[in-house]
């Protein structure tokens, strides 16, 4: 099959964890998926794989994947799932400028989204959805994350004028992730106290994620939406989590 018949598909941080989940599971569905990644790729070759790499903290890298982008238009869908996750703490332990780590969060998560939406402006199919992956924490802010959570707030936001303004064209459609998927570095103490915070009690995994993907980018009366996955977290009672008897 020719890549002028399939639907591409555009997923930002597409080299690991969920983007790269994300990636395999269009593939398999019949799109061309144009991947960006930072600095690891773990996908591997595809006929109908596009990795493109770029620092999504620095703006002329920014622009130099926009150049790109555009090139293998026109979209069906983007995902914006790119993302940075650094603890106020864990930078200043690390002697990061504080404004180094406030800037590296918002161009992560609202400049390079914005700037690469931008770009895409006539280069999309018709019809065409987007899917912005935020963070029940835009809702529910952690003082451990202030800047995470300050960033994908704005991410949210932004995302939401973003489905006035590009419809009907374009579907948009927010995530908001919650504990889905554990890394290899959070302790067995460290999971069973997060699951205890949710109605579901269980690791879902990124599948849960992927499962939404499909739902948001098929159901064509729904735009503007943030859809939360999280197990319950977001309802679950805080006060018997905050309070001791």
């Not at 770029?54 to 790109?68: I, T, Y």
């Not at 959805?129 to 963070?135: A, E, F, Q, Y």
């Not at 006035?164 to 959070?186: A, D, K, M, Y």
Request: charged share 15%.
């Amino acid at each position: 099959m020719s890549h002028s018949s399939l639907k591409t598909l555009l997923i930002t941080g597409a080299g690991k964890r969920l983007g790269k989940l994300l990636a395999e599971h269009y593939l398999q569905a019949g799109y061309r998926v144009v991947a960006h990644f930072n600095s690891v790729n773990e996908l591997p070759e595809h006929p109908n794989l596009i990795a493109l790499q770029a620092n999504l903290s620095d703006s002329a890298a920014v622009a130099r994947l926009c150049d790109e982008l555009v090139q293998y238009g026109p979209y069906s869908g983007v995902i914006h799932n790119a993302s940075c996750f650094v603890a106020d703490g864990v930078a200043a332990q690390n002697n990061t400028d504080f404004q180094d780590h406030f800037q590296q969060h918002f161009s992560v998560h609202v400049y390079a989204p914005m700037i690469i939406t931008e770009a895409l402006n006539n280069h999309w199919a018709e019809p065409a959805w987007m899917t912005v992956i935020s963070d029940i924490y835009s809702d529910i802010p952690n003082e451990r994350f202030a800047v995470y959570c300050a960033s994908k707030a704005a991410l949210q936001n932004w995302a939401l004028s973003m489905a006035q303004r590009l419809s009907p064209q374009v579907r948009t459609n927010i995530i908001q992730p919650g504990p889905i998927q554990f890394l290899p570095e959070h302790s067995e103490a460290y999971r069973e106290m997060v699951l205890s915070q949710s109605l579901i009690k269980q690791e879902l995994g990124y599948g849960a994620i992927v499962d939404a993907c499909d739902y948001l980018a098929t159901s064509k009366a729904v735009c503007g939406n943030v859809m939360r996955v999280d197990g319950g977290r977001f309802v679950a009672n805080r006060y018997d989590q905050t309070f001791n008897s």
